[in-house]
């Protein structure tokens, strides 16, 4: 696990080639694990493999070219029927999709969270008929990696630590 963490990056240029269906369930399955209040699991999310939809998708960020050559995106949602408390439900969908992004890792694949994207959430929802209690958090694109990133510097621990009793 400890590699998965340190070793995650994010990744916005994949190669032109699908993904097997049961690498799909297995990001999906390591979300569906992942923490919520009262076990609310909150999550909801709509796939979108087809390439005309993620055109229609790729419109709404400026990050077009990661949307519109990405095997697969994963539209997640918060649902609102679902949801009995805002701030920890949009934290549940964080660790909802930091488990994908994990999963990913961990089994050869890249992913990147988009949220830029969120300043369309609306028509981004109406392109996939979301119904209108789905919020969108995010839109994470999957795909076999054509990019090896460089490590990315990390604060020190004394700069992130304020006060320690």
């Given at each position: 696990m400890r590699e998965a963490i340190l070793?995650?990056?994010?990744?916005?240029?994949?190669?032109?080639?699908?993904?097997?269906?049961?690498?799909?369930?297995?990001?999906?399955e390591a979300g569906?694990?992942?923490?919520?209040?009262?076990?609310?699991?909150?999550?909801r999310v709509i796939l979108v493999e087809d390439r005309s939809k993620a055109a229609e998708i790729a419109e709404c960020t400026r990050y077009s070219s990661i949307v519109e050559k990405a095997p697969l995106l994963i539209a997640v949602f918060l649902d609102h029927s679902s949801s009995y408390d805002r701030d920890k439900d949009v934290m549940s969908?964080?660790?909802?999709?930091?488990?994908?992004?994990?999963?990913?890792?961990?089994?050869?694949?890249?992913?990147?969270?988009?949220?830029?994207?969120l300043r369309e959430k609306d028509r981004v929802r109406e392109l996939l008929e979301a119904?209108?209690?789905?919020?969108?958090?995010?839109?994470?694109?999957?795909g076999h990696p054509a990019e090896e990133?460089?490590?990315?510097?990390?604060?020190?621990?004394?700069d992130l630590i304020y006060r320690r009793y």
């Open positions: 070793g995650r990056r994010s990744i916005r240029r994949f190669l032109d080639r699908p993904l097997r269906e049961e690498d799909t369930l297995a990001l999906l569906r694990w992942a923490p919520s209040g009262l076990n609310n699991q909150p999550w969908v964080g660790a909802f999709i930091q488990n994908i992004l994990l999963a990913a890792h961990d089994r050869g694949l890249g992913a990147v969270w988009l949220g830029e994207i119904p209108p209690e789905f919020e969108l958090m995010a839109v994470v694109a999957v990133p460089a490590r990315g510097e990390r604060k020190a621990l004394d």
